[in-house]
């Protein structure tokens, strides 16, 4: 039977390694590919502007690919249980396709979809190909329960094999017996709205250093390959958090939206290393594509995973509710130049180094605010371009202390650290031009510097730059203490912690070798 097709784009929005989208053109005649704006996924107030933005371009992205196979990106609004069912009579669907999504919300909502399907008499196909592997294999594989080590982690996806190779897109020979039946008011009925017509104030946008879509992801990774010593030789603690160009890849929005699977990815590093010496998991670009396959089993063998409540992994933590501490945080205004400079270019660019999100995490949660890692998830969710469910809510139950990572003595000096890759503070200049006229000794502690040189620097610190809202040094050793009590109450069958055996207590500046 010659199926008509509906393939459901949520995350995915490629055409190359999406296996469902092939299943779609099997035995296909007519095909709709579909995205719908979600009001639940797609509101704003969990996807601040930049998402927004990268979202739109992607979907511009894939509608001029499938243009190129004389098809279209079709457009709709609404809940996705209300919107199928009419879909399904209208076009007269035997057949929908779909890539697998983990996430709780994507899995109520799919077996929803999944079942008015059935009652239209439409068969529903979904694959695997959001992360490397299918995680419910890698939980089977460790009798049922998400392995909550790397070294656990990477013993099943070795015993596994390599993960399966990509497909490639469709060509026009696959789609040559395929039609899109779409009208010339297809823009009207099914276009891509701009973010002036869904309503979003786009004042704020400054230079989209990172453009959405599947071309884009593929022309950069592309590059990234040809860099065959720095591919070769990457380990991720040697990077940088506050260099003025990124110092690993940025392609994580890419693979959250799926512009760029991880598959190929993965792939592609494996072609680059073949017969050349180079760093392994965990710090190789390998093992970040594990870490991120870590926290994804993670997500879906843990419930409750993007809360402290009813989450069995994560310490229970009487963090404190204070919402002018978490205002300046999230609004740079905590008088540390460093931390300020971070959650800056996190607002205006969407995107910040893996270090910098450990040094402003632990500064929110343990180190100094003492506010909740889930008000920081929220945070983050909103902000970044790569804001996804499983890795933000796993890396912050890390860098907060509550999972996976136990070593809660040790704390990121808001100062300290930043100076370890900019002595001079250019990053800090960048972000906060405010600043730029201090000399090197002060830029990370202004308000140590003497009145005549806040003068002189055109910034008097606590009237045109915060004074710090906390003292690191006392604040930190203190929370310290709240935390061993924390882990005191812990129930004794989470405590696999490294921290039980090493009584060790000291602030340093923490190096980030953990990842
Ligand atoms: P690269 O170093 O080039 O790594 C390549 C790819 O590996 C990334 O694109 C990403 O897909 C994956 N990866 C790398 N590091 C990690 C990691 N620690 N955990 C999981 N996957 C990883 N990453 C997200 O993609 N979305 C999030 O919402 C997110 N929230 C985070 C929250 C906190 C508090 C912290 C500390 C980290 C978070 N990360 C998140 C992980 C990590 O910081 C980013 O994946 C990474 O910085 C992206 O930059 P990149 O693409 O240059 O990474």
């Known amino acids: 039977m010659a199926h008509t097709c509906i393939h459901w784009f949520r995350k995915g929005l490629r055409l190359h390694d999406n296996p469902a989208l092939m299943a779609a053109l099997r035995d296909c005649k007519e095909i709709y590919p579909v995205f719908i704006l979600d009001p639940y996924l797609h509101n704003d107030t969990c996807v601040g502007i930049n998402r927004w933005r990268f979202l739109i ?22 809940k996705p ?12 669907v035997t057949k929908l396709t779909y890539e697998y999504d983990t996430e709780p919300y994507s899995l109520s909502r799919d077996k929803t979809v999944t079942k008015l399907a059935k009652e239209h008499g439409v068969e529903v196909i979904y694959k695997v190909s959001h992360t490397l592997y299918d995680i419910d294999r890698i939980i089977e594989e460790n009798n049922g329960k998400a392995p909550l080590t790397y070294n ?24 040559k017996d395929v039609k899109t039946p779409y009208s010339e008011d297809h823009e009207k009925n099914y276009g ?9 104030d786009t004042s704020s946008l400054t230079e989209e250093l990172f453009p959405g879509g599947e071309q884009e992801a593929l022309k950069r990774i592309d590059e990234h390959m040809t860099r065959t010593a720095w591919v070769c030789s990457f380990e991720k603690p040697q990077t940088s958090p506050n260099s003025l160009m990124p110092s690993t890849t940025v392609l994580s929005p890419y693979v959250t939206f799926g512009c760029l699977s991880a598959r190929t990815f993965w792939w592609r590093l494996t072609e680059v290393y073949q017969g050349k010496k180079h760093s392994s998991p965990p710090v190789s670009l390998h093992g970040q594509l594990l870490w991120r396959e870590f926290f994804y089993t993670a997500s879906v063998g ?20 204070n919402s002018e501490y978490l205002t300046a945080w999230r609004e740079a205004r905590t008088g540390f130049p460093f931390i300020d400079a971070i959650m800056t270019q996190l607002r205006q660019e969407g995107w910040i180094h893996h270090l910098a999100r450990h040094a402003v995490a632990c500064f929110l949660t343990r180190g100094d605010l003492w506010i909740s890692w889930e008000e920081g998830q929220r945070v983050f969710e909103e902000l970044l371009l790569d804001g996804d469910w499983a890795l933000n809510a796993g890396n912050w139950q890390w860098l907060s202390a509550s999972a996976f990572f136990h070593q809660f003595f040790r704390v990121y000096s808001p100062i300290a650290f930043g100076k370890k890759t900019d002595k001079n503070g250019a990053y800090i200049k960048k972000y906060l031009p405010l600043l730029k006229k201090f000399p090197p000794e002060y830029i990370y502690e202004p308000w140590k510097a003497p009145r005549s040189i806040q003068q002189a620097a055109g910034c008097i610190v606590g009237k045109d730059y915060p004074l710090p809202i ?8 203190k929370n310290i203490q709240r935390m061993k009590l924390a882990y005191a109450k812990r129930s004794t069958d989470t405590a696999d912690s490294p921290s ?6 000291k602030t340093c500046i923490c190096d980030g070798l953990m990842l």
Not at 59 to 77: A, G, M, T
Not at 152 to 171: C, D, E, T
């Open 500 to 505: 039980k055996k090493k009584g060790m207590q």
């Open 57 to 78: 371009g992607a979907l511009k992205d894939l509608d001029c690919s499938l243009k190129k196979l004389n098809s279209r990106l079709f457009v709709l609004r609404g």
């Open 302 to 321: 843990i419930p409750n995973f993007n809360k402290m409540e009813g989450n069995p992994v994560c310490t229970q933590v009487d963090w404190d509710t």
């Open 192 to 200: 891509i709205p701009t973010l002036e017509e869904l309503g979003l």
């Open 470 to 477: 906390v003292q690191h040094e006392i604040i930190s050793k």
């Open 81 to 92: 249980e209300d919107v199928f069912p009419k879909l399904f009579d209208k076009w007269k």
């Open 152 to 175: 656990r982690m990477q013993a099943i996806v070795n015993s596994l094999g390599p993960p399966k190779r990509p497909v490639p897109a469709p060509s026009a020979e696959d789609m």
